[in-house]
C-alpha cells in the first residue's frame, strides 16, 4: 500500500499539497523551539535576533516574558497541529486523539496569539503598520479557530476543516514573510551584521512589507485550495 493510501488521502494533489504545507510547518515548527532560550540562543553571542531587538527582550518584564510564552505554546501548536490534517487520524479509531490534540492546539494557539499582540507593541520597532498587521492576523487566526470549533460542535465536518485549514494558512504566512523579508532586506539594504544600522533598517522595513504581502497570498491561495478540494466542486468536476 502506498504512503498516500496509508495516511488517507484519495487525491494524490491533496496528498502533495498537504505533505508541503504540513512538512514545511512541522519543520518550522520544531526548528524554532531553541529560540524560547532567549539568553543562550535567541540573544547568544551571534544572535538570531534583530539587532536592537535583545536589549528589549533580554531584560525581565512583560515583553520577555511573553516572547518565551508566545515561543513556548505557537511553536508546539504549530507541530502538533500538522497530526490534524492527516485523513487516517480522523477516522473514528483515532477520534479520541484527534479531539485531545485538536482542544491542546486550540488552547496553545490562543495563547500564542494573545501574546503575540502583547509583543508586537515593540517588536521590530513597534511601527504602527506593523501592530495593525499583527492584529488583523491575530483577529484573522482566532474567527477562523473559533469557528471551527464552532462547526464541529454542530457536526458540520467539512465547515469545521475548512475553517482550520484557514486559520492555520493564515497563521504560516508567517513563514512565507521571513522569505520575502529576507529577499527585500537584500534589495534594499545591506544585510551584514557587519553593518548593524543598515541590517536593522533593512529587516524592519521588510517585515511590514512581508507581513501584509505573505497574509493577503495566504489568504487567496487557501480560498483556491478549500474551494478545489470541497465535495461540491468534485462532484460538479465529474
Known sequence: MSLKR??????????IL?????????????????????DRVFCAEDPWAVPGECYLFKRPGLMRNSLVVHLATFLPAGALVCFQFIPALQRPKYAKFHRVNGYLVLGL??????????????AMGGPIMNRIGTSVLATAIGIALLKAMI??????????????????????????????????????GTPSRAMTLSLAAALRIGY???????????????????????????????
Open 109 to 122: 494557539s490562543a495563547i500564542g496569539t494573545v501574546t503575540a499582540l502583547i509583543i508586537s507593541e515593540e
Open 151 to 188: 462547526a464541529i460542535k454542530r457536526g458540520k465536518v467539512q465547515e469545521h476543516r475548512a475553517w482550520m485549514l484557514r486559520g492555520w494558512f493564515y497563521a504560516t504566512s508567517i513563514i512565507t514573510m521571513r522569505i520575502i523579508l529576507i529577499s527585500l532586506a537584500h534589495i534594499i
Open 6 to 15: 496509508r495516511l488517507g488521502f484519495s487525491s494524490t494533489r491533496s496528498f
Open 208 to 238: 511590514s512589507i512581508g507581513g501584509w504581502a505573505a497574509f493577503a497570498i495566504h489568504s487567496v491561495s487557501i480560498e483556491i485550495y478549500i474551494r478545489r478540494t470541497s465535495p461540491q466542486y468534485k462532484s460538479k468536476a465529474l
Open 18 to 38: 498537504t505533505s508541503i504545507f504540513t512538512g514545511f510547518l512541522f519543520l518550522f515548527s520544531t526548528l524554532q523551539l531553541p529560540y524560547i532560550d532567549i
